[in-house]
Nanobody, 127 residues
Framework: QVQLVESGGGLVQAGGSLRLSCAAS????????VGWFRQTPGKEREIVAA????????YYSDSVQGRFTLYRDNVKSTVYLQMNSLKPEDTAVYYC????????????????????WGQGTQVTVSS
C-alpha cells in the first residue's frame, strides 16, 4: 500500500513559480512510477508529468513542456513538480499518483495505470 500527500499549492501571479511536493509512505514507493495530474471543473483530468521508478525517464505534456520539471528523491520518498512561468490556464487541482504494477519504463501516462492517488492541492494562477 502506498499513501500520497500533496503540498505546495497556492496563489501566484502569472509568470511566477511554485514547487509541489508529493510525500509518499509505503515500502513499495521506490518501485512505483509517479505521475502528476490536474483537473479543473468541467474538464477531464489530464496528465501533466510522470517519472519512472528510478527517476531516469520522464514525460511532460505539451502544455507544460519547458516550464515544469518533475524529479524524485527516493531517499526522502518524495516527488517534486517544479512549476515555472505559470499561466492562468495552469489553474487546477493537482494530484500525484503512483503506479505499482510494472517497471514503467517509460512511465505510464494513462490514468487507469495508476493505483494510488493523493487528495490534491490547489494551484491558482492570477492574470
Amino acid at each position: 500500500q502506498v499513501q500520497l500527500v500533496e503540498s505546495g499549492g497556492g496563489l501566484v501571479q502569472a509568470g511566477g513559480s511554485l514547487r509541489l511536493s508529493c510525500a509518499a509512505s509505503g515500502r513499495i514507493f521506490t518501485n512505483c512510477a509517479v505521475g502528476w495530474f490536474r483537473q479543473t471543473p468541467g474538464k477531464e483530468r489530464e496528465i501533466v508529468a510522470a517519472v519512472n521508478r528510478r527517476g531516469g525517464s520522464t514525460y511532460y505534456s505539451d502544455s507544460v513542456q519547458g516550464r515544469f520539471t518533475l524529479y524524485r528523491d527516493n531517499v526522502k520518498s518524495t516527488v517534486y513538480l517544479q512549476m515555472n512561468s505559470l499561466k492562468p490556464e495552469d489553474t487546477a487541482v493537482y494530484y500525484c499518483a503512483a503506479a505499482a504494477s510494472g517497471l514503467w519504463y517509460p512511465p505510464p501516462v494513462g490514468e487507469d495505470k495508476y493505483d494510488y492517488w493523493g487528495q490534491g492541492t490547489q494551484v491558482t494562477v492570477s492574470s
